[in-house]
């Protein structure tokens, strides 16, 4: 049974999100602010986390930063109810997997909540079998998603190990910004093109020897990406 953790100060949200998730099968546990959730997440193996933004003591977007920093790639989707573009891409590029815009519709949370849980359970089978990846100045280990430099351990969301990987898999072929947002976020409402090239910005930052020059993860103009490599 796979454990979900709601972490929303709105009582009625809260136990509404708890009642319909328990009833779709799951295992429910619940905080009402960000320090109660973040001390959760840091001692419990949840599958996935529902983070409201506005929250109490500590906010969603300053939980979901300090859990990848920790190195804890628990699936995060965030609840807000900012509309703006900018919150959005923030909260991806903190680490957050998925968001959801309030108001929302409880079927479409559920369609998105059994879409990251899918990924997830594939990205874990489909990586059993993988060894260390050598890519740029880091070394990959997709069997625990974690990565260092010079045995120096090195904060990556999950977001990203799954963009690395999908490039991997597609090694010296060019894969277009439509595609990565098809394959890594998998749904219709998906973020912008600027969000893959954020994403693909930080990877960078972390891979390459000189990110302003990169020679493992090349921009092809006016198409996408390509990851070069033997």
């Known amino acids: 049974m796979k454990k979900i953790l709601i972490v929303e100060d709105e009582l009625n949200m809260r136990m509404g999100l708890k009642d319909n998730l328990e009833f779709e099968g799951y295992q429910v546990d619940y905080a009402e602010d960000g320090q109660i959730g973040l001390e959760k997440i840091q001692v419990n193996n949840y599958d996935l986390v529902l983070l409201d933004v506005m929250l109490p003591k500590i906010s969603g977007f300053d939980v979901c930063k300090k859990i990848r920093k920790e190195g804890i790639n628990t699936p995060v989707i965030l609840l807000t109810a900012k ?103 998998g749904y219709d409402a998906h973020p912008t093109t600027r969000t893959v090239d954020n994403f693909i910005l930080k990877l960078r930052q972390k891979i390459e020897l000189d990110p302003n020059k990169p020679k493992i993860i090349l921009t092809v103009h006016g198409i996408g990406y390509k990851m070069v490599g033997d």
Do not use: C
């Open 83 to 185: 509309g703006e573009e900018i919150d959005k891409v923030r909260g991806l590029e903190i680490g957050a997997d998925d968001y959801v815009t309030k108001p929302f519709s409880l079927r479409e949370l559920l369609a998105r909540i059994k879409a990251l849980l899918r990924r997830t359970e594939k990205d874990t089978t489909s990586n059993e079998k993988k060894d260390d990846m050598q890519i740029g100045r880091i070394v990959v280990d997709f069997n625990t998603y974690t990565a260092f430099e010079n045995g120096n351990s090195i904060s990556f969301s999950h977001k990203e190990f799954e963009i690395i990987s999908f490039l991997k898999k597609n090694i010296n072929k060019t894969v277009s910004r439509d595609s990565l947002l098809k394959e890594i976020w």
